[in-house]
Every structure is written in structure tokens, then in C-alpha cells.
């Protein structure tokens, strides 16, 4: 099935999901959607291993924190550590401040908000769902009218209407920049 958003608007049907493909700007919103797919996929897939890499990352600043508190006077051995510690990261250094703007720009961005990350999340586990559920299986997906079925499935509703609702408001916001 290839999205166009230059196909007509032809549908008079009272069903929702019919009206929203109807709309010049759904359809627009979905073609890019679509042919941004990789990128989205692979900004997911980042978002997440950084999220799960999360405690481990913070547990780490953590430590060299502790080791870095100087309890008392004399307490070389600690502060050696704490060195050996950061002199293992600084091949980093250079990398990270080479994309220092980029690394804040995303810390400040929107993407790591908590609802984003919920979201990010949940489309993660459902393309792992996916692709467990179709692996290395003849995909056997029938015609227009088997389409048209799976349709009136309330789950597959659901999913498409969060697609055109985030169509509609990424085609907005692509509209406004």
C-alpha cells in the first residue's frame, strides 16, 4: 500500500478512520512519516539504549562523586582512584566536546521528556512484539478487502488513529517551521 499525499479526496463515508485519510494534510503528514521511517526507527532505538543505560550511567557519576569527596585530610589513595577513574573517559573528551552543542541541544530538546520517552517506550516494545510475531515467516497478507478487514479490528483502530492524530500534529508543526 503506497501513501500518496497527492490522491484526491474522494471519500463521503460517516467512518472516522475514512474521513482522516480524506484530509490533503493526513495523508501529507503520512508520507513523511513514512519516508522518515528509518530515521525515526533509529532516533527510537537510540532513545531507548540511552534510557536503558540510564541508572547504569548515573550510578557511574554517582561513584566518582563519592570517590572524588574527600573525607579528610591525607586521603591520596581515594583521590588517586577518582583520577584513574575520569583518566579512563578521557578518550571521550574529544568526541564530546567536538558535540557539545548537540549533546545539549538534545538534553534541552523535547525528545527526553518523560511523556516522549513513555511513548518512545511503548512503540519499542510493540515493534519487538512485531518482529517477534513475524520473523522469519511467510507474511501472508491477502488482498484489498483482507486489508480493508483487519481494519475493523479495534486494536489495529487504535494504532492507526494515534498514527494520523501524530500525522496531523507533525504536519502542523512541519507547517509552522
Same mark, same amino acid.
Request: glycine residues 6%; aromatic residues 2%.
Given at each position: 500500500?503506497?501513501?500518496?499525499?497527492?490522491?484526491?479526496?474522494?471519500?463521503?463515508?460517516?467512518?472516522? =478512520?475514512?474521513?482522516?485519510?480524506?484530509?490533503?494534510?493526513?495523508?501529507? %503528514? =503520512?508520507?513523511?512519516?513514512?519516508?522518515?521511517?528509518?530515521?525515526?526507527? %533509529?532516533?527510537? !532505538?537510540? !532513545?531507548?539504549?540511552?534510557?536503558?543505560?540510564?541508572?547504569?550511567?548515573?550510578?557511574?557519576?554517582?561513584?566518582l562523586?563519592?570517590? =572524588?569527596r574527600?573525607?579528610?585530610?591525607?586521603?591520596?589513595?581515594?583521590?588517586?582512584?577518582?583520577?584513574? @577513574?575520569? @583518566?579512563?573517559?578521557?578518550?571521550? !573528551?574529544?568526541a564530546?566536546?567536538?558535540?557539545?552543542?548537540?549533546?545539549?541541544?538534545? =538534553?534541552? @530538546?523535547?525528545?527526553l521528556?518523560?511523556?516522549?520517552?513513555?511513548?518512545?517506550?511503548?512503540?519499542?516494545?510493540?515493534?519487538?512484539?512485531?518482529?517477534?510475531a513475524?520473523?522469519? +515467516?511467510? %507474511?501472508?497478507?491477502?488482498?484489498?478487502?483482507?486489508?480493508?478487514r483487519?481494519? +475493523?479490528?479495534?486494536?489495529?483502530?487504535?494504532g492507526?488513529?494515534?498514527?494520523?492524530?501524530?500525522? +496531523?500534529?507533525?504536519?502542523?508543526?512541519?507547517?509552522?517551521?
Amino acid at each position: 500500500m503506497t501513501l500518496s499525499p497527492d490522491l484526491p479526496a474522494v471519500s463521503h463515508s460517516t467512518d472516522p =478512520l475514512d474521513a482522516m485519510m480524506s484530509d490533503p494534510e493526513t495523508r501529507q %503528514a =503520512l508520507a513523511v512519516i513514512v519516508a522518515n521511517a528509518p530515521t525515526l526507527a %533509529a532516533l527510537s !532505538a537510540m !532513545a531507548s539504549q540511552l534510557l536503558q543505560r540510564g541508572p547504569e550511567i548515573a550510578d557511574n557519576v554517582n561513584a566518582l562523586v563519592r570517590q =572524588l569527596r574527600v573525607e579528610g585530610a591525607g586521603d591520596e589513595h581515594r583521590i588517586g582512584d577518582a583520577i584513574g @577513574s575520569l @583518566s579512563s573517559l578521557a578518550p571521550l !573528551a574529544p568526541a564530546l566536546a567536538a558535540r557539545t552543542d548537540t549533546i545539549t541541544s538534545l =538534553l534541552d @530538546s523535547p525528545v527526553l521528556a518523560p511523556e516522549v520517552v513513555e511513548v518512545v517506550g511503548r512503540v519499542g516494545n510493540a515493534a519487538v512484539e512485531a518482529d517477534a510475531a513475524t520473523r522469519g +515467516k511467510q %507474511a501472508q497478507v491477502g488482498g484489498a478487502f483482507a486489508i480493508l478487514r483487519e481494519l +475493523k479490528d479495534p486494536q489495529v483502530q487504535e494504532g492507526l488513529a494515534f498514527l494520523f492524530a501524530f500525522a +496531523k500534529a507533525f504536519g502542523r508543526q512541519q507547517s509552522q517551521a
